[in-house]
């Protein structure tokens, strides 16, 4: 950092913004530099995505004002923040997958590329082609998105924004990027990354993300916000991960955040407490053998595209298989079914809790229960309405749900008090075999904390966990044994006790190997 | 837009949600309330026990064809074909009742085959995944088409005075049994769709069928289970209607299609599913039913009542839709 003064692209100045019962952001002043990488992180609720609605005009502030170049901005709607040079990039992608690569890059813009025919496909073809050139992606414009893999099109959503400043004639573009990659494995991350650092200068970035160690690497200077307040805003470069988290919970991050100390070798003698033999998919997964001891962590790690989510829902018996058996305990072994292992002990939670976990429009109550009502909740056909309320209410105390109510629709709590119900839901059957996917993503670090302890109060009682996750220190940190997917292939198995952890780099390294290698 | 500003306005929707649910439940009732003075005011025949006693009568058979097809549409589905159902199994009744000697038995024939139609529906929408809109736009014509074979286009008398009594006589005064029935099977199906694991599925399986199935639930034996409701119901408003007219006609049950999707979604359950419930239907079949009979007591003509039946659906989903969008932003 120079001394110098440094122009401001963007001067906030006293913004609030209250909804009713949560006052989201509180008299927050904030300059973004032009040119800069500014990392904005805090906890869910701290404020993150209301002050990114703000400034892309989504929402409108209830008192305080944004300047830009000396003159005061209004922001009614994000065609106003574009015209402002604002541009955001989604959270959960805005792609429509039907459409090809260069309709996506300029749609709503299309009036811009005219012709005597209408619409000048030729002249948004060859403006597509230079804007991805110059980000070094190398791919036909004429693709459609749908055939595209998720870091692609993430990165694509980028140069999206950087096209449509560039077309609206913005010189000094601010791009608002809310965690843009959550949905990434650790290669495309990277990409993405790479990508980001090679804005500096040319753009002015606001970049939200849970990862850490991904804000310390790529911003210039990190803003921590809490409960809709600026904490501190200070250069990446003084900050470390324990710092941040200190920040940002207001309290430090325990060198045991894995909870290590509570991880135990399972008895090497334990018979297995899930057992999968020769699970194969064809095409997507050869046949795959492992078994999980009581009270074992065993993580599965790969990129994207190895099949790792796959797997998982193969052992589950939610996707068919062409050959295999899997068993719980002492059961005899056969082809994996759903129902069948529910009722053997199985919980599966899966990794897009959006999609596959929960009812968005459906309480709390109604989530929490809708695994269990054929067997817990429900006696010859009659909802026992009771005890279901009586359990969800014991759940939701037990892991802190906020806010407490079983009526509360589940798609207005925050990330990680979803995650908590989605938890729940599967938890209170106490299953035998849990196959966890993804159990932190886009959860704020206080419920992760939770959620780790959580998972280890289940080893502790002897439940065997496959855990597949794209986050790669929690793999690690849980894990008391890694498998290493490539292609669809079990290529490794690495030990991971407390005192013996594997490197990051180690395990990248790992499933980075080429399907070449893997066959030799 | 996306879902990224779904976070803070959900969590501003979160303290209307309940002032929406009143608005929700209290639109019908006021508008039923409106109807009711208007209509008394205007008519003097229309406030009196006989008048009352017709509309139970009037009422019974909707609300029948209406129930089963709540749940379908509470499914997040489309049931289409319950006219036809109700023509069909009220032409085999009615058939059975003058043609044959097995005299009440019509009635176990009529409701058991009203089940078998809805259970066509239902494989063939959930395990043939043909969408329900289609199957049930394809089978109305299937049913109706076989109704009309067996009446060969046209009414079939029948003479059965206890078939007759038990759609048009009071066992409890002045209350018509068709009425009566209606209400005990409402009854009946508030208690399955809010206290039994059959109404849990079905209010998930129309909140999120992918969830629903991800979290154990064979969802197409409670798809095809649905259907069969709605074609027990169907078929029971059919056989009624056939007691009322002491026959089996070509317009048996042709009312019923238009007059029971205005009830449910009128009543307010949404079509997209998830929400609402038979409890709801009972308000939207007394305002259709008070609508009709009042606009007859007026002297408004039968094509300009079509109109504005017509009228008040738009407007009740229109007002759905309203109500709804307070709580996601697109």
Known sequence: MTDSPRKHRLQIEALSKSFPGVQALDGLALGIEAGEILGLVGENGAGKSTLLNVLSGVIRPDAGSLES????????????????????????????PGLRVYESLFLSHESRFRNLLGLDRRAMIARSREAIAEFGLALDVRRPIGELELGVRQSLEIVRALALA????AEHPLLLLDEPTTALDSAQDERLLALLAGLRGRA????????????????????????????????AAELDEPRLHELMVGRGRAANYYRESEQRAPAAAAAPVFRVEGIEVPGEIAPATLAVRPGEVVGIGGLEGSGRSLLGKAMAGIVPVAAGTVAIGEDTPRTPDFHHLIDR???????????????????????????????????????RRGAARREAERWVRELDVRPPRLDAKVGALSGGNQQKVVL??????????????????????????????????LTAEGVGIVLITDDLTELIGLSDRILVLVGGHIVDSIAAQPDDKPDEKEVIALMSQSRTEVAA | MSKTAAAPTAAAGRSQTNWLGIANTALPLIALVALVVYFAARSSSFLTIDNLTVMSGQAGPLLLAALGATFVVTMGSIDLSVGSVALLCGAVA????????LGLWAIPIGLGLGILLGVANGVVYAYGRVPSFITTLGSLSIFAGIGLLILDGSPLPFINPDFSELAIGQII?????????????WAVFVFVGFRTKFGLYIYAIGGDERVAELSGIRINRYKVAAFALSGLTA????????????????????????????????????????????????LGVLLITILANGLNQIGVDEFTQEIIKGGVIILAVAITMVTRRGLVIK
């Not at chain 1, 709390?364 to 056909?381: C, E, K």
């Not at chain 2, 009615?94 to 000697?101: G, H, K, R």
């Not at chain 2, 002045?174 to 209400?183: D, E, I, R, T, Y």
């Not at chain 2, 599913?273 to 709801?280: I, L, M, Q």
């Open chain 2, 173 to 185: 005064p002045k209350v018509q049994n068709s009425g009566l029935w209606a209400l005990i099977a």
């Open chain 2, 94 to 101: 009615a058939s059975v009742l003058a043609e044959s000697s």
């Open chain 1, 345 to 383: 002990g199985l919980a599966w939670i899966p990794g897009d809790r959006h999609s596959d976990g929960m009812i968005a429009d459906a309480s709390v109550l109604a989530n929490f229960q809708l695994a269990s009502i054929h067997d817990r909740f429900s006696r010859g056909g009659i909802w």
């Open chain 2, 235 to 282: 078929a029971a408003a059919g056989l009624l209607s056939a007691g009322q007219l002491g026959s089996g006609g070509p317009t048996l049950g042709s009312s019923f299609l238009l007059d029971s999707l205005a009830a449910i979604v009128v009543g307010g359950t949404a079509l997209s599913g998830g929400t609402g419930g038979v409890h709801r239907t009972l």
């Open chain 1, 424 to 457: 729940a839901k599967w938890l209170c059957r106490e299953p035998r075999v849990v196959i966890l996917e993804n159990p932190t993503q886009g959860v704020d670090t206080g419920a992760r904390e939770s959620i780790y302890e959580l998972i280890r109060g």
């Open chain 1, 69 to 96: 170049d000396g003159g005061a901005l209004s922001l009614r709607d994000y065609k106003d923040a574009n015209a402002a040079g604002i541009f955001r990039v989604f959270q959960q992608q805005a792609t429509i």
């Open chain 1, 166 to 169: 560039a077309l609206l004639g």
């Open chain 1, 204 to 235: 002015t970035v606001v970049f939200v993300s849970h990862r850490l160690p991904e804000v310390l690497r790529v911003c210039d200077r990190i803003t921590v916000l809490k409960d809709g307040r600026l904490v501190t805003t200070l250069p």
